[in-house]
Every structure is written in C-alpha cells, then in structure tokens.
C-alpha cells in the first residue's frame, strides 16, 4: 500500500488504520476463549501486564472457577490467591465479585446487551471506568464502541491529530467522528494501536521503519 502524501495535519484516523493495518495485519482480539473471560481478563488487566493477567486466567481456569457463579460461591481469600499475579489482587477480588453478581442478575451477555444503558451500568460498579467499561462493550457485548488507553493518547497526540492532554471523551470522540460506526472495525484498529505502541512509539519512541513516521509531527520536530 502507498504511503499518503502531505503533511500530518492532512492526514485522518481511517488513513492511520490503512497504514498499520498494512504493516501489522489482523490481530484477532481480544485473545480468551469467552465472552466472560474476556471481561474477567478487562478488570484484571487495569495497572498490570498483560503477561501478569494471562498467569491469573491460567489460575482461575485450572481451578475450574472461570465462571461467574465459582467465583462468588468460592472463598474470596482463595480467589485473591488465583488472582494474586494480576498485582493489587484485594481489590480486583472485590471488584471481579463485584462484577460478577451484576453478571448473573443482568442476564449474562445477552441481558446487558438488552439494557437501556449497557455503559452507563458498568461505570457505576466500583472499580470499573472507562476504558474497563468500553472494553466489555466492545470486545465482549460487540458494540460499536471505541476504546481509548494510554497508547492511542500517546500515539495520536505524537502523529498530531490530537492535543497534548486529551481527555478519554474527547478522544473517542475524534474515532467516533471520523470512523464508521463498527465493532469490528473498532476492535482492529484498537489492537493495531497496542501492537504499534509495543513496536515503535514506546514511551521513548523507535521511529525506524515506523510505517507513520513519514508524516508524524513528533517526528519531523514540529511538537
């Protein structure tokens, strides 16, 4: 695929997925077996490495209480010790139980799918935000919902096409705006974005061979 022409400003959110769709290709997100360990693997995942979550879901698999009703019948002690590689393991105990009654009186996938206000009911459960919420909505539920961290901040404010000190609203608004409205649209591009901040723009970037750096503000010295 040709690279587009012209300065960053030019540029939009679908010409940035044509160009790292083509140097990464499909990611097949999010990596679980379910829909319900994915959102297990949501709320364990928040201030840790992935490597770390994937220890805990071994943990929870092998001990057979991969289920939501497991995990509330079982000793919440025994569940901090399954969880305890995913790190602050006290606390996403109570929120993974949490989480998991709410599960079983929605009805499972298919009754949150069917609330009035699927997003609006995660973010009131304690230790659910943003991103944890859009996570679930868009890789477990398949809503048409953009998730934003750290590294699409990170990314998109280097490219200039977003503000140093964007808040999440207003960053998953400018996808929301420029894109159509698709899950799996959304899921691709938002793995693709984890998969180029691990590659190349990493806290201290590796511009080479960067399938944007022909057109990234950061790189050309302009921010």
Same mark, same amino acid.
């Given at each position: ?7 960053p400003a ?5 010409d940035i ?50 289920? +939501?009703q497991a995990?509330? %019948?079982?000793? /919440? $002690? =025994?569940? !901090?010790? &399954?969880?305890? @590689? ?14 998991? +009654?709410?599960?079983?009186? %929605?009805?499972? /996938? $298919? =009754?949150? !799918?069917? &609330?009035?206000? @699927? ?105």
């Open positions: 695929m040709s690279r587009p022409s012209g300065s030019d540029r939009t959110a679908t997925y044509r160009l790292l769709f083509a140097a990464y290709g499909p990611q097949h997100w999010w990596p679980a077996q379910s829909a319900f360990e994915m959102m297990v693997g949501a709320i364990l995942t928040q201030n840790t490495a992935w490597t770390n979550v994937e220890k805990a879901i071994a943990n929870l698999r092998a001990a057979a209480a991969l289920d +939501a995990m509330l %019948t079982m000793d /919440e $002690a =025994g569940l !901090r010790e &399954l969880i305890r @590689p995913s790190g602050f393991f006290n606390q996403k105990a109570a929120r993974l139980r949490l989480f998991c +009654a709410y599960y079983l009186q %929605t009805g499972r /996938e $298919a =009754g949150m !799918r069917t &609330l009035p206000d @699927p997003r609006a009911s995660l973010l009131a459960l304690n230790g659910i935000g943003p991103e944890t919420a859009d996570s679930i909505l868009l890789y477990a539920l398949g809503m048409p919902v953009f998730v934003v961290d750290a590294y699409t901040r990170r990314i998109f404010t280097r490219l200039g096409l977003l503000p140093e000190g964007v808040n999440y609203a207003d960053t998953q608004d400018f996808f929301h705006a420029q894109l159509a409205n698709s899950a799996p649209l959304f899921n691709e591009y938002h793995a693709l974005i984890v998969q180029h901040a691990k590659q190349h723009c990493r806290v201290k970037p590796d511009c080479s061979r960067c399938p944007v750096s022909g057109f990234c503000s950061y790189r050309q010295g302009k921010r």
